[in-house]
């Protein structure tokens, strides 16, 4: 503030008053001394100045002097403070400009998901393939606790290409429009064919943690694509 102020002042145009020495008065000449009792230099000077300026002047002169230091800081008052709201305003613009942006971005958000829901709730045949994969999943995770390879084999099939898991895949593209989901489509896929894999072994600890990545992935899929809530027993 006091750097907004001291410019102020300057371009008021009172740089230089306070800091202006006033002119000294100039003490006349005796040129024509007389014998009287002679006068001091001090009480010459007064004398002087008494006659020439009178008290009328001077207490003009000093009522000037303070009327025109009151209007410099006026002045300079009135410029920070200008220069100050100007500030305030510009940073009202900025936070203006950030809270439509941040707008735009929640209607945009806002608009996907409903074009989300609108595809999901036209595609039946899709969620059904959905619906049915955790059915699976579920019958084979709970043979895999009871270290029954053999069922789990008979509910998986004997590929990873078998129809069902085609059509899966085919609900997935469709319900996928990020990159994120289709990351975790990818991931799911691999952990899938880890554990058709597995089970064919009979190696029942790679089939156990095959089992929770693709649960895992499956899990991440469902709650980005926006499908929580509409698969049973998920």
């Given at each position: 503030?006091?750097?907004?102020?001291?410019?102020?002042?300057?371009?008021?145009?009172?740089?230089?008053?306070?800091?202006?020495?006033?002119?000294?008065?100039?003490?006349?000449?005796?040129?024509?001394?007389?014998?009287?009792?002679?006068?001091?230099?001090?009480?010459?000077?007064?004398?002087?100045?008494?006659s020439q300026d009178g008290p009328g002047r001077r207490d003009a002169a000093v009522?000037?002097?303070?009327?025109?230091?009151?209007?410099?800081?006026?002045?300079?008052?009135?410029?920070?403070?200008?220069?100050?709201?100007?500030?305030?305003?510009?940073?009202?613009?900025?936070?203006?400009?950030?809270?439509?942006?941040?707008?735009?971005?929640?209607?945009?958000?806002?608009?996907?998901?409903?074009?989300?829901q609108g595809i999901i709730n036209s595609s039946a045949a899709e969620t059904g393939?959905?619906?049915?994969?955790?059915?699976?999943?579920?019958?084979?995770?709970?043979?895999?606790?009871?270290?029954?390879l053999a069922a789990a084999g008979d509910v998986l099939g004997p590929a990873s290409?078998?129809?069902?898991?085609?059509?899966?895949?085919?609900?997935?593209?469709?319900?996928?429009?990020?990159?994120?989901?289709?990351?975790?489509?990818?991931?799911?896929?691999?952990?899938?064919?880890?554990?058709?894999?597995?089970?064919?072994?009979?190696?029942?600890?790679?089939?156990?943690?095959?089992?929770?990545?693709?649960?895992?992935?499956?899990?991440?899929?469902?709650?980005?694509?926006?499908?929580?809530?509409?698969?049973?027993?998920?």
């Amino acid at each position: 503030m006091v750097p907004m102020v001291t410019e102020a002042w300057t371009l008021a145009g009172c740089g230089g008053a306070a800091s202006k020495p006033l002119p000294a008065q100039e003490v006349p000449t005796l040129l024509h001394p007389t014998a009287k009792k002679p006068t001091s230099f001090r009480a010459v000077a007064v004398a002087s100045s008494t006659s020439q300026d009178g008290p009328g002047r001077r207490d003009a002169a000093v009522v000037g002097r303070r009327g025109g230091i009151a209007s410099c800081l006026l002045a300079a008052l009135a410029l920070a403070g200008s220069s100050s709201s100007g500030g305030a305003a510009r940073a009202a613009i900025l936070e203006a400009d950030d809270d439509l942006e941040l707008l735009e971005r929640v209607k945009e958000d806002k608009k996907k998901r409903l074009q989300k829901q609108g595809i999901i709730n036209s595609s039946a045949a899709e969620t059904g393939y959905l619906q049915d994969l955790v059915y699976k999943l579920s019958k084979v995770g709970q043979a895999i606790d009871k270290d029954d390879l053999a069922a789990a084999g008979d509910v998986l099939g004997p590929a990873s290409d078998a129809p069902w898991v085609q059509n899966v895949n085919a609900a997935f593209s469709k319900f996928s429009s990020s990159s994120e989901e289709k990351s975790a489509v990818d991931t799911f896929n691999s952990s899938l064919s880890s554990l058709f894999t597995s089970v064919s072994k009979s190696d029942i600890n790679s089939s156990k943690s095959a089992f929770v990545s693709s649960a895992t992935a499956l899990e991440k899929w469902v709650e980005l694509a926006g499908l929580t809530g509409k698969l049973k027993g998920f």
